[in-house]
């Protein structure tokens, strides 16, 4: 089956986007989807929280400048099902070369090419910087999907509006006519408060047919479980955020058809 690729992006950090990238990641693993992660923040969150550690050299900087292949930047994880190319902090000055070089929005795109021609992988799954940079607009370019974490409050409201206009250029650009807004994550949902309601219902009635039914809640242990390089799955299972995750996932899976049928 032909790979999935989703991009998950937000201009905004904080708002649970690397969260999102590797809890989904993980939990599509689990139901044997075989998934590969790929860390395109320098800050490399995504690869410490699933317990990877940074290596010189292996990541996409090399391939994006066109030395070597992103093949040869896969890296197993401790999880079954889950592989990722990691991120490390050279990966900043490809955000100043890309813009430089030809055809500069489809580096990633090309880059790519070979990952999803090789069939090891239904879903891939892009965590960006948090910033509408040349790395974010590569992945948006380079993605099936755009899947959005929007944190549970008015002003993440405004930065919706502007990331969807991101997507309008890339596509009217001719640079990804496919590209699709998959999906809007609500994160960090506080029960507590009027204003997580308020906020949900707000994009519910924009974009009804877009917003996951699974909401993540805003707790300790989705906080605490990168810093153990741990998912919350293996942190925290019967955590609910790991519930909240595993939810997604099944969203996920049915939406976008992942699982053959057979």
Known sequence: MRSI???????????????????????????????????????ANATSAVGVE????????????????ALEKVVPTPYECL????????????????????NYLNKLRTVLKPVRDSGGYRA??????????????????????LLIALQCEYLALEGLGQI????????DAGVNGGLE????????????????????????????????????PRTVRLSEAPSFGKTIFAYDPLSPGAAAYKNLAKEVISRFKLKDPS
């Open 83 to 102: 592989a990722l190319i990691p991120s490390e902090e050279d990966l900043a000055a490809a955000e100043i070369e890309i813009a430089t070089s030809e």
């Open 5 to 43: 690729v989703f991009t998950i992006a937000n201009q905004k950090g904080g708002v649970g986007k690397t969260t999102t990238a590797v809890n989904l990641a993980a939990a599509l693993a689990d139901k044997k989807i075989h998934t590969l992660l790929i860390d395109l923040d320098p800050q």
């Open 164 to 171: 969807l206009r991101n997507v309008d250029r890339i596509r």
């Open 54 to 69: 940074k290596q010189e050299g292996m990541s996409l900087y090399g391939p994006l400048r066109g030395e070597g292949t």
């Open 124 to 145: 891939i799954i892009i965590d960006c910087p948090p910033s509408m940079g040349m790395l974010s607009m590569n992945s948006l370019a380079a993605a099936d999907f």
């Open 181 to 216: 807004l998959g999906g809007v994550v609500m994160t960090m949902f506080d029960i507590r408060t009027n204003l997580s309601r308020q906020v949900v219902d707000e994009v519910k009635k924009h974009l009804p047919d877009k917003i996951f039914n699974a909401v993540i």
